[in-house]
């Protein structure tokens, strides 16, 4: 409740203490204790109730008194840290650490505030602790000759259904398979990486080579060098290649050759001959104009012009 | 039916053998514990799915329809009677927003309103566990739950209401999760693992909540508060909280923001040599307004063509 001093002061004037409320206020500044300005009216600290011995009473009021059987409960610490869970922390450790030097646009944070670290953290804590409860108790229950494990052959309702369960399974599948093919595909990039590298090597080297060559050839246009030695191990290399690589081409032309002839005079081996003007077998009567003889059963179609004609004319 | 019929055979037999009183069986349900779990309308789909996963891992648990709003509280006490509840585990949504938990030892309390928060439901699929429907869970509870008196009586609620009594009809023979809670920063972290082996091996079930005890009441639904905790910020005023401190940050950085340019702002923009600028003359003006020496030396041309 905050109440500004002005408004109180204008409640009491209408109510009959108006007189006595007056007087105190005018004391109460003549005191000092009341400074011009809004007074506002501040709430007491709130207490908070805590009856302990209450709270003891009631619960030994309503405690059950049976044995440990009935109810299963117990108070463990967290048990000590399993080499494989000290493992899984550093490996988170290490993650997260990668991740934040690796993105430059994530906040700065000291690994000891990381949320995400810390999260897996706490999580582990409440593992440790359930993992202490089973290790104290399944021995107890062991103890009694209560059985403790689920015999495989024992089938029951399960608390979630097996398309459920289903469904995890292809969630987790999926999961592994994104990761394998991202590794992949990771490979792959370096793989590609390395090869571009090569190529770029490659090529340098040839560049470098003919450079070498072209300088060669001009100190020797020059005439500062004479030795054209360099030349003729191209040359061989060259040929050696050229011979392994035409090997069809090769055939190619033996067979050119045995068809048309290779070499011998070719002047006048297209003129006629007397043989070959009274050679009359390859002669044939061409078909007579009007395509009376061998046209007569196909349609005839008239020329371009006329065609057109006809199709105006029907118009 | 048969078996049913055995029994009564055997009894009948055991009476005329021997005189001695029946032994008694040690295959009895004694913890009568029966949980009534129910909500009140305005709840939120994942308050209704956690409260869903809760029904099913208590199989001593009465189901109830949701309960009207403008029903004062006490008549859950009516309720569970009628039902023969014992326990009572009440969701109450607030605004769609916030979930409270009402648990409480029904006809002479205590009861206690929990906030809860950060809830993960059994649904969801990195909780990869699964149990019996209706086994027997191990309780664990963090070791500070003796330390105060408020926290023992919390635990000692908390046992009763999610341990499965022992030979429940629908409860199943073999122990295979355990129930952790854990305090950390004054709440109550609840989870639920699956006993893959019994060396220590377990996977998560769900579901997860964590419970921010709110008041401790002498009696169930109501009576003297034994207990209240100091801390805690109800959801709606946390909120506008944050919002506010977002206002009140945003005008404060801008204030420092302006300040510290101010401080930080050079002297000189740009480090200037001024001899550079006596003997170098600005190119576009000189074409614009021609020097004194160029207009002699045209005077002087025209002064020689004149007299040419």
């Known amino acids: 409740m905050k109440i500004k001093t002005r408004k109180k002061i204008s409640e009491s004037s209408d109510s009959n203490l108006s007189s006595d409320s007056e007087t105190e206020l005018q004391e109460a500044f003549a005191k000092g204790l009341l400074k ?50 000290a493992a899984q922390i550093l490996e988170q450790e290490e993650k997260q650490k990668s991740l934040r030097s690796n993105n430059k646009k994530l906040p700065t944070i000291s690994i000891e505030n990381d949320p995400v670290l810390n999260d897996f953290k706490r999580e582990m804590m409440f593992y440790r602790q359930a993992q202490a409860a089973v290790l104290s108790s399944i021995p107890k229950l062991k103890e009694m000759k209560i059985p403790t494990k689920r015999p495989d052959d024992y089938f029951a309702e399960m608390a979630k259904s097996d398309k459920h369960m289903q469904k995890i399974r292809q969630n987790l599948m999926q999961k592994q398979v ?21 190529q770029i090597q490659t090529k340098l080297e040839r560049q470098q080579e003919k450079k070498q060559i072209l300088d060669r050839v001009k100190k020797i246009r020059k005439g500062v060098d004479r030795n054209l030695d360099f030349l003729n191990q191209d040359g061989v290399k060259n040929t050696k290649k050229d011979g392994v690589k035409n090997k069809k081409a090769l055939e190619k032309r033996k067979w050119r050759n ?33 395509g009376k003889g061998g046209l007569k059963g196909k349609a005839v179609r008239p020329g371009k012009n006329r065609r057109n004609n006809l199709k105006n004319r029907r118009k | ?44 789909f994942r308050y209704r799915h956690l409260m869903q996963d809760l029904k099913t891992l208590l199989p001593h648990h009465r189901p109830e329809p949701k309960m009207e709003r403008s029903k004062t509280l006490s008549i859950v006490n009516d309720m569970c009677e009628m039902k023969n509840c014992n326990k009572a585990l009440m969701f109450e949504g607030r605004r769609k927003l916030d979930l409270y938990i009402w648990m409480s030892n029904i006809t002479n309390g205590p009861s206690v309103k929990f906030a809860v928060d950060n809830i993960h439901t059994m649904a969801e699929l990195k909780l990869t566990g699964n149990c019996l429907r209706g086994s027997r869970p191990l309780l664990s509870f963090d070791p500070r739950f003796d330390e105060m008196p408020h926290y023992s009586l919390l635990k000692e609620l908390l046992s009763q209401i999610f341990g499965v009594p022992n030979r429940h009809p629908k409860s199943q023979p073999f122990f295979d999760h355990v129930y952790t ?23 998560e079930i769900g579901p997860r909540f964590v419970l921010n005890p709110v008041k401790i009441f002498a009696d169930s639904f109501g009576g003297p508060p034994l207990w209240e905790n100091p801390k805690y910020v109800s959801p709606a005023k946390y909120r506008r909280q944050m919002q506010l401190s977002a206002k009140k940050d945003k005008y404060i950085s801008k204030q420092q923001q302006k300040l510290r340019a101010e401080a930080t702002k050079p002297e000189t923009s740009y480090e200037l040599n001024p001899l550079d600028q006596v003997f170098k003359k600005d190119p576009i003006k000189q074409k614009l307004i021609p020097d004194n020496d160029q207009l002699k030396k045209k005077r002087k041309n025209r002064k020689g063509n004149k007299t040419k």
């Open chain 1, 36 to 85: 011009p300005g809004l007074n506002v009216v501040e709430d007491a600290p709130k207490t908070f109730v805590n009856d302990e011995t209450a709270l003891k009473e009631k619960l030994l009021e309503f405690k059950l008194k049976l044995p440990w059987i009935e109810t299963l409960d117990s108070l463990n610490p967290p048990a000590p840290l399993a080499p494989e869970i």
């Open chain 1, 178 to 198: 994104g990761k394998e093919r991202s590794e992949k595909i990771k490979q792959l990039r370096l793989q590609r990486k390395e090869g571009k590298a090569l």
């Open chain 1, 258 to 290: 045995e068809r048309f002839g290779h070499g011998g005079k070719k002047r006048g081996s297209k003129m006629n001959t007397r043989e070959s003007s009274a050679d009359v077998s390859n002669y044939k009567r061409s078909a007579k104009p009007g």
């Open chain 2, 1 to 44: 039916m048969q078996s049913k019929s055995n029994k009564r055979k055997r009894s009948v037999q055991s009476k005329v053998t021997s005189e001695e009183p029946p032994l008694k069986k040690a295959t009895r349900w004694t913890n009568k514990q029966r949980v009534l779990v129910f909500c009140s309308r305005g709840m939120n």
């Open chain 2, 181 to 203: 809670f854990t305090i950390l920063d004054g709440r109550i972290w609840f989870r639920n693992f699956q006993i893959v082996s019994e060396d220590g091996a377990l996977t």
